[in-house]
């Protein structure tokens, strides 16, 4: 690949296990200083069991991979693709896109800079990137020699020079795929008193098995895992077999040992030993992956030699363990959050640790893709409160950093799975949930529709706090519609609600947005008031967000009352709150809110400056407010307007 540096875009094609993903990452460290920007990994997933991975996904991946803080990463895939497009501009990287599945999957990750090269594998030519300029590099077998110089650097020169004509049927055997010898010969690597021409036998074998299920191109390899496989200590073989039913795609050694109901430290030696037989790669932060090929190896092997019930067993404490650590992560970012305690049967032995509330929203971060494998399989398994239970644990991600489609995807599974169990609450949970979901991007409609059906549910089930909630987030449409009338009605029906049941929390909630409805009704004595009270009720509170949002309604009442110096102290005092705990959604509300203030005291330069600030970081969210945002830009180009 020493031209390739002159096309944008190389394709390496050819069958699984020729070397495509090898050859890629091996001319990238050969490169790496000819792209001083870095460079950029994405497994594209074209042939995994549970379906390739989505560009939109992927974006995402890449976009927090370039700076971006991960809650300002959008939903839609076009703004995704923008942003990314604006950032790559002006670098000099590669981009690896390994294992895809079509051109549509890779287009929007193409980087935009003329400088920039993107290397693609496949095991297709396809023919929508051929047709826009990509150099095409299709991959063959290796000849025998070079099949003969890989298989001496896995297992050693001497034992092929022992046996010169068994090296080269064995090679044979592996069709000269580099998948094949390196999986061939760490078996024979680990087994140093057995002769070349045995290893020659147990693959002629296999591939006579093999040979009326498999596709050609997969014999060889099939065969070697096969035999690789047999030759597995049995502790090491149960591993990868329950690995193998694992629903996504890194893992760490916790899973695995909570998974196999073994020691963590035992997890990381048999994890080990299927990293040096070469049936599972090991990855950055203690992550381990599966080729595809033998994932499915694993996987059909697990069918195939494990009881069904302990498949299911494997499955319930995979699962159990995510949900364990997900709640564990969502009571350390939300310590409030007392009721979040999922119904696990396995609970783990040695539970996940995090060092903070920063740790723990950047490991639900990482896992997200994960949980969303789980909720997957969860279905098919007929688990039905999983998949609720995983969309209440992963709550404090979606507040903090958005993911509106992963989100909105995983809240779609847990209504499915409550409706499927004919679960009453859960079914009311999930639609309020979605409610709030489908509100967060806009859809005003699909909103107050989710809330209105989980107000009848909550009613009928009794459960009157409920019930207030379903109240409260129709005063959010309301509001959103720019009915505050409304918006006040369901509100104080909310409060009264909140006040009969003794709800100090939700009492405080709810009068913040009563407060705020006020304000935009002009009765900002009353307003303030309401304010005033939920800042007493939540100033003891462990609720830092919160207590910053009353602190940004106070500032616009005080504003529309006109005490504009009252407004900026607490409009600032929100803004350093929520930037401190991180909040993009709040941080985008304070600054809207003394781009108002500026513009009110006629400082026109410093308004336009909060509401950009405002307008990027609502764009990065994906948020319905931007457009209130280019509203407030225009009417400062609008002379004489105050």
Known sequence: MDTARESRVILLTGPPGVGKTALAVHWGHAVRDDFPDGSLFADLHGYAPDGPASAGDVLARFLRALGVDPRQVPPDLAELTGIYRSIMIDKRMLVVLDDALTAAQVLPLLPS??????????????????AGGARIIQLGRLDAEAALELLARTMGEERILAQPHAARELVELCARLPLAICVAGAR???RTRWPVSEMVDAMAHERERLAALTMEDDIPVHSALRVSYSALPVEAARMYRLMGLFPGTNFDSAVAAATAAVARAQAKQLLGMLTDANLLDDTVGGQYRFHDLTRLHARETAEREELSSARAEAIRRMLDW????????CRVVMPYRSDVAPDVRYPPAEPVRFAGPSGALDWLDRELPNVIAAARLAMSERLWLVPPQLADTMWPLFVYRGRYAERLELDRLGLNAARENGDAVGVAKMLYKLGRSVMDIGQLDQ??????????????????DRAAGSLRRLGFVARARTRADDAIGWFSRALAEYRELSDARHIALTLTDLGDALTEADRTDEAISALTEAASL??????????????????RAHARAGRL??????????????????????EAEALLSLGD????????NEARIRYAAAQRLLISLGSLDEALVTVRLARLDRPGQH
């Not at 809330?451 to 009157?464: C, K, S, T």
């Not at 939540?538 to 500032?555: E, K």
């Not at 203030?597 to 026109?604: D, K, V």
């Open 447 to 464: 909103a107050q529709d989710y809330f209105g059906q989980a107000l009848d549910a909550w009613r009928d089930l009794g459960q009157r």
């Open 322 to 329: 995510l949900l364990t650590a997900t709640a564990d992560a």
């Open 565 to 586: 110096e009252t407004a900026a102290a607490q409009l600032d005092q929100a803004l350093r709150a929520m930037r401190e705990i991180g909040s993009v959604r709040g």
């Open 597 to 604: 203030l500026a513009f009110q005291a006629g400082n026109r």
């Open 113 to 130: 800079s003329p400088e920039s090269v993107a290397v693609v594998t496949s095991r297709l030519r396809l023919g929508g990137l051929a």
């Open 538 to 555: 939540l100033a003891n509170s462990d609720d830092p967000y919160n207590q910053s949002r009353v602190m940004t309604r106070l500032g």
């Open 188 to 190: 024979l690597a680990a």
